[in-house]
């Protein structure tokens, strides 16, 4: 038997046929020893493989890959420290309920649990990772591989999109494996009953100044958000992952304003609000619980968010698009909708800026100038970011990606390059701040070998603004913010990117078209202290 005959044959192989059956055809990754068998299998299957420079960069670009695709990203990583390298972006991909596939190995199953010092050894590597997932599932042979990868994709499309991670034991990679021909499973999402959609049509038909939110869960359901907010005459807020949901420039849109004083006031006066794809969570508002004085229906693939924190008049547990088309149907049109206030919340977005925040205004309206409707803006968690994700408009989802709940930094550049690998023809930018650039720079070189035209706008204040502006305000001396910065220019150009510091904010913006066409990455600098922007 030849060498490619035995390969076709052994569980690596497998695993990644399996992965062919559900549509994927990327992955990211660094090969190691122990996922050498993995790697076969791709080289053989052709699978594109993007190549990183650590792993929790594979983990963000799988994660901005699944945003910007709607499909699974998928990473695959070495046991121990790979994996565990990865742990910041699964648990992001976790919070922002994206689907992210992990592969990654484990040592032979005649070793798990014994402590006996193996290279890349956990105890229990399934339990370190588990709480950040899904579910993580050890698939110790190939009769129960086609199982575990159709109950990752079961969830992926029928429940709360959360990651998962799939180890494979080294014995089982290179073991004999015959998993037939397997056929892709599909299952339907939840859907509301009829009782619970006459009961909510009723309490919709007969509230007098209701309010829609709309949350990640709402994404590719953009056409059923706008028949039901046109029919219904309901003013519509959405959070940060819903961004775009509701275009903007609707006349019954409220922005994303949910950490807004005035629209919290709103809710708090609106004799019912309906929450669709949402789980309402802290950094959704940035207050510890929103105040709902009239009735509340949620709507919800997640048993668990249902029911949490508030207590709703009804509780639907059903996929958010399907189930606003039942009630569109169903409720009756007619009511009024309030243009006035709606108007006033969007012109709030832009009242009350702190002198920061009006520099950050500067930038923004540059970069929102020179985007075409249809791009993807990736950012990170840094302060031009916070203030962008109530103020900066969009028309369309899945075009602003934000590391909402986990809050990491670092996600922007990589998340950003998974993107454009998704969509190679839609313009993707990065925007990060420099202490968070700084935690995945290494993943420049991935942009250059990928050779993506992909802007990188890194907000300069040569400090960890946040924590520093909170030490301040509390009192506490400014320790460990003031990192020394490198020389972001020659940095960018170490790795063959290019990289220039515009002088105002029309270059700026001509260096954002220019990036967008070049070859290869284009790291734009913007100082906080510049004088175009005072």
């Not at 790979?82 to 919070?95: H, K």
């Not at 305000?473 to 020389?487: A, F, H, S």
């Not at 600098?525 to 510049?530: K, L, Q, S």
């Amino acid at each position: 038997m030849s060498t490619n005959q035995k390969a076709n044959q052994i569980g690596g192989h497998a695993a990644v046929a399996l992965l062919e059956t559900y549509g994927v055809d990327t992955v990211f990754g660094i090969p190691g020893v122990h996922t050498l068998d993995l790697y076969r299998g791709l080289a053989e299957r052709k699978m594109r493989h993007i190549g990183v420079r650590h792993e929790q960069g594979a983990g963000f670009m799988a994660d901005g890959y699944a945003r910007a695709s709607g499909k699974p990203g998928v990473a695959c990583l070495i046991t121990g420290p790979g994996l565990m390298n990865a742990a910041t972006p699964i648990g992001q991909a976790y919070s922002d309920s994206v689907p992210v596939l992990v592969m990654c190995s484990v040592n032979a199953t005649g070793d798990l649990g014994k402590g006996r010092g193996r290279l890349h050894e956990i105890t229990d590597q399934r339990a370190a990772i588990a709480p950040l997932t899904g579910f993580a599932r050890t698939v110790k042979n190939a009769a129960e591989l086609p199982g575990a990868v159709a109950d990752a994709f079961k969830l992926f499309e029928t429940g709360r999109p959360r990651p998962v991670v799939l180890e494979f034991p080294l014995d089982m990679l290179a073991a004999t494996a015959d998993v037939g021909q397997p056929k892709r499973q599909r299952a339907a999402r939840p859907q509301a009953s009829a009782a619970d959609i006459a009961t909510a049509v009723s309490l919709i038909d007969a509230a007098k100044a209701p309010i829609l939110i709309v949350g990640g869960g709402t994404v590719d359901y953009a056409a059923e958000v706008k028949a039901f907010v046109e029919k219904s005459g309901m003013l519509c807020v959405t959070t940060t992952a819903g961004k775009g949901v509701l275009p903007d420039s609707h006349p019954q849109s409220l922005g994303s304003t949910l950490v807004l004083p005035t629209m919290q006031k709103l809710l708090a006066d609106a004799d019912l609000v309906v929450a669709a794809g949402t789980e309402l969570s802290e950094t959704d508002s940035w207050v510890d619980m929103l105040t709902f004085n009239g009735k509340l229906i949620r709507i919800d693939l997640d048993a668990a968010t249902i029911g949490r924190d508030y207590t709703p008049a009804l509780g639907l547990l059903a996929d958010a698009g399907p189930t606003l088309k039942a009630l569109t149907a169903g409720i009756k049109a007619g009511r009024k909708p309030d243009l006035a206030t709606a108007a006033e919340m969007r012109t709030a977005a832009r009242g009350n800026l702190s002198p920061l925040q009006r520099k950050h205004a500067k930038v923004l309206d540059a970069l929102r100038a020179a985007l075409p409707e249809d791009a993807i803006i990736v950012t990170d968690m840094t302060q031009i970011a916070y203030t962008a994700n109530f103020m900066f408009p969009c028309e369309r989802p899945r075009c602003w990606f934000h590391p909402c709940g986990f809050g990491t930094l670092g996600y922007a550049l990589p998340a950003a390059i998974g993107a454009k690998i998704a969509c190679p023809d839609r313009p993707v930018i990065a925007v990060a701040g420099d202490g968070g650039f700084m935690f995945t720079v290494q993943d420049l070189g991935t942009a250059v070998e990928q050779n993506l035209s992909l802007p990188v706008l890194v907000w300069n204040n040569d400090a960890f603004g946040q924590i520093a502006k909170d030490m301040v305000e509390l009192d506490i001396p400014e320790l460990g913010v003031k990192p020394r910065n490198p020389d972001y220019q020659a940095l960018a150009k170490s790795f063959h990117a290019r990289a220039v510091r515009p002088q105002s904010l029309a270059e700026m913006q001509e260096a954002i078209k220019a990036a967008l066409k070049a070859d290869g990455p284009t790291l734009i600098e913007v100082h906080e202290g510049a004088d175009y922007l005072k």
